[in-house]
């Protein structure tokens, strides 16, 4: 089958967050299922690896025109459409931009249009968020009756529900959508445009990043005033769970941490444990438990309740290395409890390698998340024999399972109750189960045989393809 990937950010061209792994890696799970994956991208500032001119690209939107080319790029042998338009595109972000919804507006509009210049007309367009997610409201309007475009089926993955992309009624116009378009039926959200919602009501199908997302998505709780539509749409509302890159994340092959191991050589993790406390100027001492945490810093990872429970965790006799970078109302006072606290190193920044290191080298990694559609950070560490310790939601509670509750399944600490209290219950669970070693390599060994690699998924997003074109 031929489909079309769109997503605002794909590893390693382009990555804020999780959503970038996804994308740079899916596509590649599919072409080795035997698919024909293409995907397209915005030619961002920062995206310096470009191979082909397809020639000048021009789009009609905004009451103008605009001038672009058409180039290509390539993510592991997966071909990659770029939209060079300098105007919106040429700058050092992805997104955070005044002009976003221009920005993704205008990219959702190229999509269809770079079908004929770069004669690819896929089966399925597989759209990823709310960047691309308006692709279906065009489909169906600015291309009625054109059969090539109109045997095209679309399917929405929703990576985050808390992103909708919202923007005022005057946008509607720029796209040049028809004002039919702004009901309660199409795009209209409490009075603005919302790109998520127009993808939910127009797209063939939806789904999310794990099945139980897929569930809370449908509740007040967690549907993001989404809820009440998503539940009318239950039908066709499925939840896969992402895989990781094992090509990227391979402690046995890391070539960035100190020392490669496997589940064989579980003992060798040790070496990277000192490295990193080394690295972070901590003690090197291998009986102190090393919790690690790499992550947005923002509310949905939990940082309400981390931030008052660290002091509670480093006086178990922990250390804990933060890396992530976000909003400042909690940077700030991480920074703080960094320099007051010895045990407490925070690397306030965005940094793969040194995530690499915080992967391999930490006994625990935390994940007290507030809400999680998916969650790579645990799979990673899994699969770098590095315990979860996680809040019970989204793709956590269908990936990490409680030691204390099952001995012979379980594979980290986990906890339901969104309070500092119950994040450092587990977190004392955890330590003691640690300093007791019993179990402690068995243990490490299931976490790191779990399959977590794009396989599984791949398979079925293949199965979900072929459903929507009826091949
Ligand atoms: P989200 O997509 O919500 O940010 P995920 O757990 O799905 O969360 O994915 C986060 C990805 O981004 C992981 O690969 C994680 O290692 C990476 N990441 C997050 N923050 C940083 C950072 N500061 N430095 C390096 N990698 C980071």
Known sequence: MKILFASAEAYPLAKVGGLGDVAGSLPKALRSLGHDVRMVLPRYGTIRDVREDLGPFTVQVGGRSWEGRLKTSGIDGVPVYLIDQPELFDRPKV????????RFGFYCRAIPELLPKADFWPD??????????????FLRTAYGGDERYGRIKTILTIHNMQHQGLFGRDLLDWLGLPP??????????????????????????VNTVSPTYAKEIQ????????DGLLRSRAAKLSGILNGIDYDVW??????????????????????????????????????????????????????DILIPALPGILALGAQVILLGAGEKKYEEPLADLSKARPGFVAYLKYDEALAHRIYAGSDFFLMPSKFEPCGLGQMISLRYGTLP????????????SDLTAGPKSGNGFTFTDYTPGAFLDAARRA??????????????QRAMSSDLSWNASAKKY????RRLSGS
């Not at 399925?124 to 691309?132: C, Y």
Request: aromatic content about 10%; charged content about 25%.
């Open 124 to 137: 399925v367009i597989h759209l990823n968020d709310w960047h691309s997610a308006m692709v279906p409201a």
């Open 219 to 226: 509740t007040e709780e967690y549907g993001c005033r989404l």
């Open 389 to 400: 310790i996680a809040r019970v939601t989204g793709g956590l509670a269908d990936t990490v």
């Open 95 to 102: 997104y955070e931009y005044e002009d976003d919804g221009q």
């Open 431 to 444: 330590i003691a189960f640690y300093r007791a070693r019993r179990g402690w390599k068995a243990v490490q």
């Open 462 to 465: 293949a199965a979900l393809y």
């Open 250 to 303: 391979n402690p046995a092959k890391d070539p960035i941490i100190a020392k490669q191991y496997s589940k064989s050589t579980v003992d060798e993790k040790a070496t990277n444990k000192v490295a990193l406390q080394r690295e972070a100027g901590l003690p090197e001492d291998r009986s102190v438990p090393v919790l690690g945490m790499v992550s947005r810093v923002t509310e949905q990872k939990g940082f």
């Open 180 to 205: 039919k378009m702004w009901s309660v039926e199409g795009v209209e959200f409490y009075g603005q445009l919302n790109f998520m919602k127009a993808g939910i009501s127009y797209a063939d199908s």
